[in-house]
């Protein structure tokens, strides 16, 4: 019996999405809830699973083709073993590939293209996608150090020395990466952004650190970090001046009589903020749990727009990076976000005296 595979209902937020890699391909044997295929969106990937188990029949739409709800992706032969279904050809025709690279069974239409266009054999290309799989970026790094160009001829022979600084290459942006420069730039035009930079003081939260990280650690199973102090004291903070935990809307400002705090993470796809929802009435533990846990899910791309929505401030850490001071861009509709940077010993007057401490520039950017 064939069963189709189609696009899973988007959020409301959300009117399509790109078909970014197929985790299978024709003739391969699928089980139930196995993901088969990763859709990116403006905010995040989604996962789409196997709703029944047998073999992939047929891919209908291949990598890079933007999609809507219930629009249909592939067939699978529910049932089926790998020995009884004879692979389909994707639909949408892709090259013809050696019978070496299709042995591979690890070659997804976009890479499949990109190794015929270029005359290539998989198995001399180092892969490093699940279960051994053959990336697209895998291939273009493959062509990039072996000196083709992307049009599948030879570079021109450069001098000595220049070979590896002249040369270029084209990459489009995600739909997540182009959906934050569009974000960013809303930002700058609807709001009266200013930053005020002023500088803390960190010897005493070291000093308790180093008391409590071990039994912390030992009671709760994770690290206490700087985060959740930086985190407690926001809301202690927007308790006391709740103007800034609100937004502007038409003429109006609008309140909120609770606190979800937006901490920043930097992943491969680009920097999203997920929420860490009633962080006043969290623990220092709950916290660094919370953290933990939403930064692995947006490394691994499995976070959801729930995760990513309803901030009312946010919270950036340029001190991951090296960086010493930073101007942070507001994350709309909020009003106002906290940018954190590396912690360096300097000399500080005080009480009259010149001693070394551990200081940090904080950077507040509001909706002036």
């Known amino acids: ?49 196997a709703p029944v ?53 690890k070659l997804s239409p976009s890479v499949r293209r990109l190794i015929d266009e270029h005359n290539l054999e998989s198995s001399a290309i180092n892969a490093s996608g699940p279960d051994g799989r053959l990336t697209k970026g895998d291939v273009l790094a493959h062509l990039e150090r072996t000196g083709t160009s992307d049009d599948g001829g030879d570079v021109e022979e450069l001098p000595s020395g220049l070979a590896d600084s002249r040369s270029e290459k084209r990459v489009p942006m995600t739909r997540m990466r182009t959906r934050i420069a569009e974000r960013l730039v809303e ?75 937006g901490v920043a993470v930097s992943t491969e796809r680009g920097l999203v903020v997920p929420v860490l929802r009633d962080a006043d009435q969290m623990g220092f533990a709950e916290v660094e749990k919370s953290i933990g846990v939403m930064a692995g899910r947006a490394r691994d791309g499995k976070l959801s727009i729930e995760d990513l929505t309803g901030g009312t401030f946010s919270l950036t850490n340029g001190g991951v990076f090296g960086s010493l001071m930073s101007t942070p861009i507001l994350n709309p509709p909020q009003s106002a976000i906290l940018g954190m940077h590396k912690i360096q010993e300097r ?14 520039y904080l950077a507040m950017t509001y909706d002036h």
């Open 1 to 49: 019996m064939s069963i189709e595979v189609k696009v899973p209902q988007l959020p409301e937020s959300v009117a399509d999405a790109t078909l970014v890699t197929w985790h299978k391909k024709p003739g391969d044997a699928v089980s139930r809830d196995e993901n088969l295929v990763d859709l990116e969106t403006d905010k995040v990937v989604l996962e789409v699973p």
């Open 53 to 105: 188990s047998g073999v992939l029949e047929k891919i209908v739409i291949e990598d890079g083709v933007t999609v809507t709800s219930g629009q249909l992706l592939a067939i699978i032969a529910e049932g089926a073993t790998a020995e009884e279904a004879a692979p389909a050809v994707v639909a949408a025709a892709a090259p013809a590939v050696s019978a070496s690279q299709e042995s591979s069974g």
């Open 187 to 261: 930002a700058q035009q609807t709001a009266a952004m200013l930053t005020t930079f002023n500088e803390v003081d960190l010897t005493e939260v070291m000093a308790l650190r180093a008391r409590y990280k071990e039994a912390f650690e030992k009671r709760h199973g994770v690290r206490l970090g700087f985060m959740s102090f930086f985190v407690k004291a926001c809301t202690e903070a927007l308790r006391k001046f709740p103007v800034v935990n609100a937004y502007v809307e038409n003429n109006e400002i609008v309140y909120h009589n609770y606190y979800d705090i």
């Open 347 to 360: 000399p500080m007057v005080v009480d009259g005296e010149i001693k070394v401490r551990p200081m940090m």
